[in-house]
């Protein structure tokens, strides 16, 4: 253990020791945190769906009825009809001929691009994306050629270069929102260019899905590109308010993935209440609420940012709900944070390794069911609290 205890000296010595917060009662726009009342501005329950009623009763119905677990891995006997709908139900949201789900969504990035490639073939990827797409390259063993962020001019440029001496299969992968910038990637140019040199994109979405487009579609219906993205990959456990994932694709795609992806096949199938839930939460997302939910989610956003980028701060380019603030080193970021928190504001700051050395940050997430005062207010506070730190 003294080998261990060392290490988290080193991290606290450098600002880097994490530690886990416990909250009370469900999750809201407030939240009991260790038995203080605080405004939440650190999650991903953007519209607001965790704790609704329509998803509560279906969940709670759907364990009366069918009970709490799946008992085996989606290949044994773990398939149920609630898998087989939610799956149906998914594959119409995406316009897709089929649709798989994974347990979460990072089994389903490591899973999807293990399954997919291997040795010989090449994997395109953005500088920032997710982290669960990074280790699904390396799981694949194909060649990962990383591209800077959102510069497709660069990558169109690497594949130009790749492409003389090319063998085996080429993909695109993408954020679709990035999960710490908050900016959206440029789905129209990645899609001409999986034209030009004839290969796959795939875009992760768990930030859009619910989210973005006029449908909640995701970022690829807000780009005007839903047709043109060959591998979806979104998750339940954000603005759909629960817990899974999944990806819309091509019916080649998803029988190869039930044959082969690892992540899909060694692992119990996600429980009938999970996915009762789900369906309840694309009959939200779908119908006239979810588009009041987006509008109102868009609307705080705006106000939010506004403020801030109006007293000078850097905003990283956010263009969504996840609004991110510059603050560059661990320490004051981590100074900040603490005392937000002091004041009832609860954000997380953001260090290495999620984010590159020097773009530490204060990453503050709005919900649909945020008021007005108090996002003002805090967004005051936390101007004059970098101000203050940095
Ligand atoms: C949260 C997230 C994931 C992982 O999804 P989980 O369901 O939480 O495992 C994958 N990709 C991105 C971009 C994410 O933000």
Same mark, same amino acid.
């Given at each position: 253990?003294d080998? &261990?205890?060392t290490? /988290?000296r080193?991290?606290?010595?450098? *600002?880097?020791l994490?530690?886990? =917060?416990?909250? *009370?009662?469900p999750q809201?726009?407030r $939240? ?9 501005l ?6 607001? /769906? ?7 009763e279906?969940?709670?119905e759907?364990? /009366? ?9 989606r290949?044994?006997?773990?398939t ?12 119409a &949201?995406?316009a897709t ?8 969504g990072y !089994? +389903?990035n490591?899973?999807?691009l ?10 395109f990827?953005?500088?920032l994306?997710?982290?669960?797409i ?7 063993? +194909?060649r ?16 130009r270069r790749a492409?003389?001496e ?9 954020d679709?929102? &990035?999960s ?10 990645l899609?001409?260019l ?7 994109l ?7 899905? *619910?989210?973005?487009g ?8 807000e ?5 043109e993205?060959?591998?979806h990959?979104g998750?339940?456990?954000?603005? /759909?308010?629960?817990?899974g994932?999944?990806?819309? +694709?091509p019916q ?7 044959? =082969? ?7 119990t ?10 369906? !309840? ?12 939910r987006?509008?109102q ?7 939010f940012a506004?403020r801030m ?7 990283? *380019?956010?263009?969504?709900q996840?609004?991110?603030v510059l603050?560059?080193e ?7 944070s ?7 504001? &609860?954000?997380q700051?953001?260090r290495p ?9 204060l990453?503050a997430?709005?919900? !649909? ?7 003002d207010?805090a ?6 609290? $970098?101000?203050q730190?940095?």
């Open positions: 253990m080998d &261990f205890r290490r /988290l080193e991290l606290e010595g450098q *600002g880097m994490r530690s886990l =917060r416990t909250i *009370g009662g809201g726009p $939240v009991d945190l260790e038995g203080r009342e605080v405004l939440l650190c999650s991903n329950n953007y519209l607001g /769906l965790a704790n609704h009623p329509r998803l509560r279906a969940s709670a759907a364990s /009366l009825a069918y009970g709490t677990g799946s008992g085996a891995s290949l044994v006997s773990g149920m009809e609630l898998h087989t709908r939610l799956e149906k139900r998914i594959a &949201f995406k001929e089929g649709a798989l789900l994974f347990n979460s !089994a +389903a490591t899973g999807i293990q399954g997919l490639l291997g040795p010989g073939d090449v994997i990827s953005d500088a994306n997710h982290a669960s990074i280790d699904g390259c390396r799981l694949s063993g +194909a990962t050629v990383v591209y800077p962020h959102n510069d497709f001019a660069a990558l169109d440029d690497l594949m492409a003389p090319r063998q085996g299969r080429w993909l695109i992968v993408t679709g929102v &990035f710490m910038d908050g900016d959206l990637a440029p789905l129209p140019q899609v001409a999986k034209q030009r040199y004839d290969c796959l795939m875009v992760d979405d768990a930030h859009g899905t *619910g989210v973005l006029e449908n909640g579609r995701g970022s690829a219906e780009l005007g590109c839903l047709g993205v060959d591998l990959m998750t339940l456990g954000k603005a /759909l308010g629960g817990f994932a999944f990806l819309a +694709a080649p795609v998803i029988d190869l993935l039930v044959n =082969r992806s690892r992540s899909f096949i060694f692992s199938s996600l429980p009938p209440g999970v996915l009762a839930a789900a369906l !309840a939460a694309f009959d939200l997302i779908e119908g006239e609420e979810g588009r009041r987006r509008a989610l868009k609307k705080l956003r705006h106000r506004e980028s109006a007293a000078g701060l850097d905003l990283c *380019g956010s263009a969504t996840i609004v991110p603050t560059r661990p320490q004051p970021t981590m100074k900040a603490e005392q937000l928190l002091a004041e009832g504001i &609860f954000l700051g953001i390794p999620t984010v590159p050395e020097g773009r530490c940050r990453r997430t709005i919900m !649909a069911d945020h008021r007005d005062e108090e996002l207010q967004a005051e506070r936390i101007i004059a609290t $970098v101000a730190n940095l």
